[in-house]
């Protein structure tokens, strides 16, 4: 079945870029996800990519997108301490439903 | 402001007892999701439903049940609750993916003593 990956973990400076990295095994995803979850809430969508994009900017967030390779990023500029959260890659692939990576906690350091 | 809405956000209930999380959401999603969370981050599919009277179990085997009787309400059911039920547990609705992904609830947290 479809395989999402992600790194665990990821510390930065505030003010620094953070990136974080997903690799997926399904070439058929149609749509891609950004998920954001902090502590003790649910799960909140920040952004989205379609397939056939390369790149989306959304004011701090940039999603690249590199199918050839399989790879998903989203890069926060200009990190801020309440950018501190876990991030969820997702797509749809040919599953019916979403199919999650497993999160990778970003810290913001002052 | 959420418009899927999960009840009680926190639980803490003895082993053996039967409990009912509640998910119900107000936009008329025919599609709705349970999902349990482990302390380390990772999210499990555990029921799902595309409609009215349909059910399906997800990825991860789990003793709880589910029902979809109206469109709106998915609840999930322990018969008898055993302290390897402890999580966190999501439930999240949609319309099929597409530019709106799905919409979570803010989780039952659960311990099961």
């Known amino acids: 079945g479809e395989d999402v990956e992600q790194s665990l973990f990821l510390s930065v400076r505030e003010g620094d870029s953070s990136v974080i990295n997903c690799t997926y095994t399904d070439s058929s995803s149609t749509y891609l996800y950004w998920y954001k979850q902090e502590p003790g809430a649910g799960l909140q969508l920040l952004t989205y990519?379609?397939?056939?994009?390369d790149m989306k900017q959304d004011q701090r967030l940039t999603v690249l997108l590199n199918k050839k390779d399989k790879h998903l990023s989203l890069r926060i500029a200009d990190t801020q301490t309440g950018d501190s959260a876990i991030y969820f890659c997702a797509d749809t692939g040919s599953a019916r439903q979403l199919t999650f990576g497993s999160g990778t906690q970003l810290t913001v350091l002052p | 402001e959420a418009d899927i809405y999960q009840t009680p956000r926190y639980l803490v209930i003895g082993t053996g007892k039967k409990i009912t999380l509640e998910c119900s959401q107000t936009?008329?999603?025919?599609?709705m999701y349970w999902y349990q969370q482990d302390p380390g981050m990772e999210l499990h599919l555990i029921h799902y439903?595309?409609?009215?009277?349909?059910?399906e179990k997800g990825d991860l085997s789990s003793e709880s049940t589910v029902s979809r009787i109206r469109t709106e309400h998915f609840p999930l059911t322990l018969e008898s609750a055993r302290p390897s039920h402890t999580s966190q547990y999501l439930c999240?609705?949609?319309?099929?993916?597409?530019?709106?992904?799905?919409?979570f609830g803010s989780g039952t947290r659960l311990t099961v003593v």
């Open positions: 999240a609705s949609s319309v099929g993916g597409g530019v709106y992904g799905y919409t």
């Open positions: 439903s595309y409609g009215v009277n349909s059910t």
């Open positions: 936009m008329g999603h025919d599609k």
């Open positions: 990519i379609f397939s056939n994009m």
